[in-house]
């Protein structure tokens, strides 16, 4: 079995701070992993993935999450946040090979940036 | 290029009456998968379906619900008889080939049972 925790429920921060979505997982067997953001009112959006190759991946839009195997950790980080980014940012991992349709979820963590 | 399309976005059900949530996957797609978030949690998976085949139902409740995926026309989660404890968001999600690494998610329908 998998599971997921992310350690904050909620993040408050100021614009332009840096930012720390902490996020760690447990598992048997090798994963993907996935961070996915939900804006207000809205459906779920893939923002990276960890696959393969590099543990170091990056958004389109500044976030950047490394993947830690012997910390078993995926935290997401960006170094000066937007109101915009204001939104609830879910963790979740899946099994590398067979069923890997299955995402496991953490809780969510809801960033609030405030003006 | 529309993305994956649920409908209703709010559906409102009585305890007892019947709620089918739609789901349209992106064109092009064949698979298609349901989660649950209940309030205050994250998703878990429900089924996966293929056109007219069930893959994986090892997340749906083992009464009440069930889905299915049509060779024509959208997937369909149905829910009979429901009851308070099933008001949650459903959302689908749909990929080209199996697996979730190229999946997109739809908005979800919020199921309010009162």
């Known amino acids: 079995a998998q599971s997921v925790t992310q350690l904050d429920s909620q993040v408050p921060v100021f614009e332009e701070a840096p930012v720390e979505l902490r996020c760690n997982y447990s598992s048997s067997v090798s994963v993907y992993l996935f961070w996915y953001v939900q804006y207000p009112n809205q459906g779920l959006q893939l923002l990276l993935k960890?696959?393969?190759?590099?543990?170091l991946v990056e958004s389109i839009n500044g976030f950047e999450a490394e993947f830690n195997k012997s910390q078993t950790s995926f935290h997401l980080r960006k170094p000066s946040v937007h109101i915009s980014d204001t939104a609830e940012y879910f963790c979740a991992v899946s099994n590398s090979g067979g069923s890997n349709y299955k995402l496991t979820f953490g809780k969510g963590t809801l960033l609030t940036v405030n003006p | 290029n529309a993305g994956v399309m649920q409908n209703p976005r709010h559906l409102v059900r009585r305890r007892g009456q019947e709620a089918r949530l739609r789901c349209s996957p992106m064109k092009g797609h064949s698979h298609v998968y349901w989660y649950r978030q209940l309030p205050e949690e994250g998703l878990k998976f429900m089924v996966y379906l293929q056109k007219e085949n069930i893959i994986d139902e090892s997340g749906m409740p083992k009464e009440r619900f069930s889905a299915e995926f049509p060779k024509e026309g959208p997937s369909i989660l149905r829910i009979q008889q429901v009851v308070r404890g099933d008001s949650a968001a459903y959302f689908c999600?749909?990929?080209?080939?199996?697996?979730?690494?190229?999946?997109?998610f739809g908005q979800g329908t919020r199921l309010t049972v009162v």
């Open positions: 999600a749909s990929s080209p080939l199996t697996g979730l690494t190229e999946a997109f």
């Open positions: 960890y696959l393969s190759g590099s543990t």
